[in-house]
């Protein structure tokens, strides 16, 4: 099943996508999709009114806004793929890189991404991002951790590389600039993505193809990163794992690197989570 928020930000109300590609109105049948609409049972609420019938049809042109109305907190895996610590000149961390993204960061899917004020090195990444749906503590492996996922969707974990790795203090700066999280269009619910670790991932700035990865390449796949982390926090309904990239950002690129500027326009898409589009401006 495919959720969505469609409408004005800050208006945004819940939607489905059904089989046939239809998009229907669940504001009367659940209030929003969020942390309580995760831990209350929504997603079996919204199939039960799918069967049933009688959902109105969402007009056409509905700007799309992120799947989760807020999440809770974002956590983040640096250097998760192979090819992209090698091409940052890291080495393969022996344990999940961990940090946390300022949780509104969050825009739509196809909102403005805006390039921070004194920022010459804005950069892309895309990312399988896992939401939530059950608390987690403590796992004892990975079927218990697999068991707590909500759905998957597209995050673009968009980072400002000089506030993030020549400003001293930790990444958390050059992560949490607002709109650096475009996040959708949809949360695909965990039972249509039977296996997480094979799912390719491609993102094209300006019509070029710059990513181009897939989740096996993960150094730690989704049930493992979700296990961990439930060692060092609590994870709750609603809240997001960003899961890293692939090889392919600004950062790896020869000199002169392609950062993002204004006018520039940015797709993403991972294999049965839809696609994202948006053009950069300045902040």
């Not at 793929?81 to 960061?105: C, I, L, R």
Request: charged fraction near 25%.
């Amino acid at each position: 099943m495919k959720l969505l928020r469609v409408g004005p930000v800050g208006q945004e109300r819940p939607a489905v996508l059904d089989e046939s590609g239809t998009l229907l109105d669940i504001s009367g049948v659940v209030a929003d999709i969020d942390a309580a609409f995760l831990a209350g049972g929504g997603i079996e609420l919204v199939r039960s009114a799918i069967v049933a019938g009688d959902l109105p049809v969402v007009e056409p042109g509905v700007r799309v806004g992120p799947p989760i109305a807020r999440p809770g907190k974002i956590v983040c895996i640096g250097l998760n793929y192979s090819d992209h610590a090698a091409e940052t000149g890291a080495e393969t961390p022996a344990e999940p890189v961990v940090f946390m993204k300022a949780a509104n960061t969050v825009i739509g899917p196809d909102d403005q991404v805006l390039v921070p004020r004194a920022s010459e090195k804005t950069d892309w990444e895309v990312e399988l991002a896992v939401v939530i749906g059950r608390t987690a503590r403590y796992l004892p492996g990975h079927a218990e951790a697999l068991a707590c996922v909500a759905g998957y969707a597209i995050s673009n974990d968009v980072s400002e590389r000089e506030f993030q790795l020549e400003r001293g203090g930790q990444w958390d700066k050059g992560k949490s600039c607002e709109t650096f999280n475009p996040f959708g269009p949809w949360l695909v619910t965990a039972d249509e993505i039977p296996d997480p670790q094979a799912l390719g991932l491609r993102l094209w700035v300006n019509g070029v193809l710059r990513q181009d990865g897939t989740t096996k390449n993960q150094i730690f796949g989704v049930a493992e990163v979700i296990r961990y982390l439930s060692q060092f926090m609590v994870l709750e309904p609603g809240d997001v794992i960003n899961t890293g990239t692939p090889a392919g950002v600004a950062l790896g690129l020869p000199d002169p690197k392609p950062y993002l500027k204004a006018g520039d326009v940015v797709e993403v898409e991972i294999d049965g989570l839809g696609r994202q589009r948006q053009e950069v401006g300045k902040a």
